[in-house]
């Protein structure tokens, strides 16, 4: 634009550096920006030598095509918290749903005590836990009482019967159980109800058996009823 640098001045006094901007960034000219810039360039023409139609036209064609494009950057920025919300509400519809974590086993690390979930899809009369090891080799069992319905908490001490402890890695864990009718069943290991959804730093997490576990460590998620 053809203005005189006093009134380049003049207006980004008026209009961006007074004391209620102060720490405004104005190294960029916004929609509003260029309209006022606009209307003082054609408020201090000389009268004798007015700016040129074509010009003006230009500058208005300019205008209009940075506002559109703050409004659809404005469109882009709502569609994408709308979007946001709706895969958050989305997520909470998963509870109640059985998730699959793809585990198959619990991992022993520095010889602790492994602390695991294992759920049982209907009552029981009692069940086994049994962790075998990566050659196949059973190296312990666990029982189950007998119990309604749902998740239980076991604590593995790996430890063999000379006390001494198992190495570090891998273990599969397999669940049998009889039934209340008195059937011999099994049930996979790693596959848990999700009983609540929580958000850790905008990531979704489950609550499967007595831990939380995030989204991206559930391989399938499906309603028990159409199993």
């Known amino acids: 634009m053809a203005i005189e640098n006093g009134l380049v001045t003049s207006a980004f006094n008026s209009y961006g550096t007074d004391g209620n901007n102060i720490g405004v960034d104005k190294s960029v000219l916004g929609k509003d920006d260029f309209l006022k810039l ?3 360039e054609l408020q201090n023409q000389d009268p004798t030598n007015p700016q040129d139609t074509d010009k ?7 205008l209009a095509t940075l506002e559109a494009s703050q409004n659809t950057n404005d469109a882009l920025s709502n569609l994408t918290s709308t979007m946001g919300n709706s895969a958050q509400f989305a997520t909470i519809s998963s509870i109640g749903k059985m998730a699959d974590t793809g585990a198959t086993g619990v ?3 520095d010889g602790g005590t492994v602390n695991f979930d294992v759920y049982f899809p209907e009552s029981i009369q009692g069940g086994e836990v049994t962790i075998t090891n990566s050659q196949g080799i059973t190296v ?3 029982t189950v ?11 593995w001490e790996p430890i063999d019967k000379s006390g001494n402890i198992y190495e570090d ?6 669940i049998t159980y009889t039934a209340s009718d008195g059937s011999s069943k099994s049930s996979k290991f790693g596959v848990y109800p999700i ?3 929580r958000f850790n730093g ?9 831990s939380y576990f995030p989204m991206s460590s559930v391989v399938e998620i499906y309603n028990p009823d159409e199993v």
């Open 195 to 197: 009983d609540a959804v």
């Open 145 to 155: 009482d007998a119990q309604a319905k749902g998740s239980v908490a076991l604590n």
């Open 202 to 210: 905008g990531e979704a997490e489950f609550k499967l058996g007595d």
């Open 169 to 174: 890695g891998e273990y599969r864990v397999d």
């Open 38 to 40: 606009l209307l003082v």
């Open 56 to 62: 003006i036209l230009q500058q208005t064609s300019q």
């Open 107 to 109: 991992i022993i690390e």
């Open 140 to 142: 312990d069992t666990l």
